[in-house]
């Protein structure tokens, strides 16, 4: 076996870390890896980093340009086109067929790899990969980051017609991987009850172990903080169903004695913006663009405490471990989260932090001042988290089930020969 991994990952590599650290992981023992993304502005089409190749791959080809440009010129002549082009079925027919092209274009690429392993991160890769797969009579790892199916995200911004495809997918795919990751025990279960023949490996996305946070004064000014206040800081995507909206309303009740920093990508399109314009809650938050998850570090040790709002109305976020949970814990800053049950044992066994309601602003508001209020018993939960997580929760434990999982996936692949 010739030890080589195609990574398939639609998005931006440079803000995912769980990707970067299984790649960096799996570079450092000795396997060869290309990893192949969504393009990012400034960055090549190909580099080497970290030793691993990196492939950004082009979302729009010529003929998607093509048709797109050929349609245009009909729209401007007809109000047919202009009809046609705005109706429900055509939109769907049409996302299907740019992601097929796409598909096709990742599936030329993995092939010329000659991978051994093609790792599909998340379901909407699982297809390209399982694909290489059976034609280069390699092994297929499918790396669940999320319970896909079960996430209110994915069913408000996903079609019918991909559900049915998705659904389609996983149902058939997952029990024909020769490895099924997933985040948290939780899922795994999940995944095991939704296909018996499945067995997923936990692979929980611990952060590295770093040296104890430092508070940059700089970065601190940037997220709105003036010398005394009380920092909180929420870092990952903006979206509804993480209670962004819940902790707009809740900053407008904190009398001044909390400041709020939302550091992220923004998917709701400035929705949540517009909010805090709206109610006032500007006075007391600040959004900031996102930044290299090898920076997040230093502006997570900077703030006071961290937040953690996700809602329970879905079954992913219920199961959810999030990775910011043990950022802020390996920061050394307590943890204000929502108290659903897998956040809230962590939470509550170490003593890290509090828990709270995550659909009420009221209680949300109240549980802040009182964080706030008392900034010595915070810097003593900052401290258990800490200890807590250079114990029991670092990326070094999740990277050595990984390359047991590979070094059982390569035993095998010697049987077979």
Same mark, same amino acid.
């Given at each position: ?119 599909? #991160? ?22 669940? #980051? ?74 601190? *000014? ?36 909390? *400041? ?9 399109? =400035? ?60 920061? =050394? ?16 066994? #170490? =003593? ?66």
């Amino acid at each position: 076996m010739n030890r080589r991994v195609c990574m398939v990952v639609k998005n931006q590599l440079w803000n995912d870390a769980r990707v970067k650290k299984e790649a960096r992981a799996l570079t450092e023992a000795g396997w060869s890896l290309t990893v192949l993304a969504f393009p990012e502005e400034g960055a090549p089409e190909r580099e080497t980093r970290d030793g691993m190749e990196v492939v950004r791959v082009p979302r729009s080809g010529r003929l998607r340009v093509s048709v797109r440009k050929a349609l245009d010129a009909r729209e401007s002549r007809s109000g047919f086109w202009s009809r046609l082009r705005r109706h429900p079925l055509k939109t769907s027919l049409g996302d299907l067929f740019h992601s097929l092209l796409y598909q096709r274009r990742l599936l030329a690429l993995a092939l010329k790899t000659r991978a051994d392993v093609f790792h599909a #991160h998340d379901l909407d890769t699982l297809a390209v990969c399982a694909l290489a797969a059976r034609l280069r009579r390699a092994r297929l790892v499918y790396d669940s #980051h999320e319970l896909w199916l079960h996430s209110t995200r994915h069913l408000a911004e996903t079609g019918k017609l991909f559900r049915f495809l998705e659904r389609l997918a996983e149902k058939t795919l997952a029990p024909r991987a020769d490895a099924v990751i997933a985040v948290t025990p939780g899922r795994a279960r999940k995944m095991k009850r939704m296909y018996p023949s499945v067995s997923p490996v936990v692979v929980a996305n611990y952060p590295p172990a770093v040296s104890g946070g430092v508070r940059d004064p700089e970065i601190r *000014r940037a997220l709105g903080a003036e010398e005394g206040d009380f920092l909180f800081l929420y870092q990952g995507i903006l979206c509804r169903e993480r209670g962004l909206e819940q902790l707009v309303k809740a900053s407008t009740m904190t009398e001044g004695s909390a *400041r709020v920093a939302v550091v992220g990508h923004d998917a709701c399109r =400035g929705a949540l913006f517009a909010l805090a314009e709206e109610l006032g809650a500007r006075k007391t938050m600040v959004f900031h663009p996102p930044v290299k998850s090898e920076e997040l570090h230093r502006y997570t040790a900077s703030a006071d405490a961290g937040l953690i709002l996700f809602q329970g109305n879905c079954l992913n976020h219920i199961l959810s471990l999030p990775n910011k949970l043990f950022e802020y814990m390996m920061a =050394g800053i307590p943890v204000l989260a929502c108290d659903l049950p897998e956040i809230a044992r962590v939470v509550n066994k #170490h =003593g890290c932090g509090v828990t709270v309601d995550p659909s009420d602003p009221e209680a949300v508001a109240r549980a802040m001042m009182d964080m706030a209020a008392d900034p010595g018993e915070a810097r003593r939960m900052g401290e258990r988290g800490r200890a807590a997580a250079m114990e029991f929760y670092t990326w070094d434990v999740s990277a050595r089930r990984l390359l047991y999982l590979y070094s059982r996936l390569e035993r095998g692949r010697r049987r077979r020969k």
